[in-house]
């Protein structure tokens, strides 16, 4: 049996629940790819950055920054720009208003994440409840049997679905959680390069 013809049988929750497998698997490689702390914060750079900063080298900072394309550059070069009087207190304040505003982009796709999570199963049990449908038309057709054949679709919608709703909606969620540790792990780690740089930025009191 093709993968069409099982589509078919499940009916439009089928349908569904594949659009939304399809999201839920964008999102995932889009975040596996996204989501890697080395490449966001990279140990090197914020090593330079350290370095600049603590000699007050504000044009070589935002030089590497320009040169690199990584969370934390996108930061430091952000937080440089907007922090006005080159104080510590502002630079720290520049650093986390634009660490809020970049983590906002990494959390993109991960509430539709958590719908597909959440639906698939919804959708499979709409799908039983209508292949049940059917099967009690086929049995109350006037036939003492039932019409096979619509016993038959009204049992795989059934059946179909519901598999279909759990296949999604568990790695779904394994992923949904798996990603949030990450952006836990990326947050703090941003946050502990923010008080480093700001510690380490020369003539702050």
Request: some cysteine; hydrophobic content about 50%; glycine content about 10%.
């Amino acid at each position: 049996m093709g993968g069409v013809e099982l589509l078919n049988k499940a009916g439009i929750s089928g349908y569904l629940i594949l659009l939304l497998s399809i999201v839920s698997l964008a999102i995932v490689f889009e975040k596996l790819y996204v989501l890697r702390l080395g490449k966001l914060v990279p140990k090197d750079d914020l090593r330079l950055l350290v370095e600049f900063l603590g000699q007050g080298n504000i044009g070589d900072a935002v030089e590497l920054c320009k040169r690199r394309r990584s969370l934390l550059s996108a930061v430091v070069f952000d937080a440089i720009k907007n922090m006005g009087k080159q104080t510590r207190e502002n630079f720290l304040h520049a650093f986390e208003v634009s660490a809020r505003r970049h983590f906002i982009e990494l959390e993109r796709g991960m509430a539709l994440l958590a719908i597909t999570a959440a639906t698939s199963p919804l959708l499979g049990l709409l799908g039983t409840v209508l292949g049940m449908v059917k099967i009690f038309g086929a049995l109350t057709g006037g036939t003492g049997m039932g019409n096979p054949q619509e016993l038959s679709a009204g049992i795989a919608e059934a059946l179909l679905t519901t598999i279909m709703g759990l296949i999604v909606a568990i790695p779904a969620i394994a992923m949904y959680n798996i990603f949030n540790k990450k952006l836990d792990k990326i947050a703090a780690e941003i946050e502990a390069a923010g008080v480093l740089l700001a510690n380490n930025f020369k003539g702050l009191s």
